[in-house]
């Protein structure tokens, strides 16, 4: 329960901090991660390129979903905050 306590303050701070499309930088490097088995320079570009294509989907999908446009912000959350849930109970 104090883990999970922990992380859920990270987490809210880190998107007080750089804002609500945050969870974009928090999932990237973990699929990188996922991906390539390691953690070496190629991750990190891998994981610049997966946010970005992770962004772009969020922003179509918010564009195109309903006639006015959805905040792009609703979208990411729904796909980081489900997203940190299942790395958390991996580490169990």
């Not at 701070?13 to 945050?22: A, F, N």
């Amino acid at each position: 329960m104090i883990v999970i306590l922990f992380a859920t303050l990270v987490v809210a701070s880190i998107v007080s901090v750089t804002g609500l499309i945050s969870f974009i930088g928090l999932i990237g490097p973990h699929i990188a991660r996922m991906i390539t088995k390691k953690n070496d320079f190629n991750t990190t570009i891998l994981s610049g390129v997966i946010g970005a294509i992770l962004l772009l989907v969020a922003d179509t999908l918010a564009r195109s979903i309903s006639s006015s446009e959805i905040p792009i912000s609703i979208l990411t959350t729904f796909l980081g905050a489900p997203f940190l849930a299942y790395l958390m109970s991996r580490l169990k």
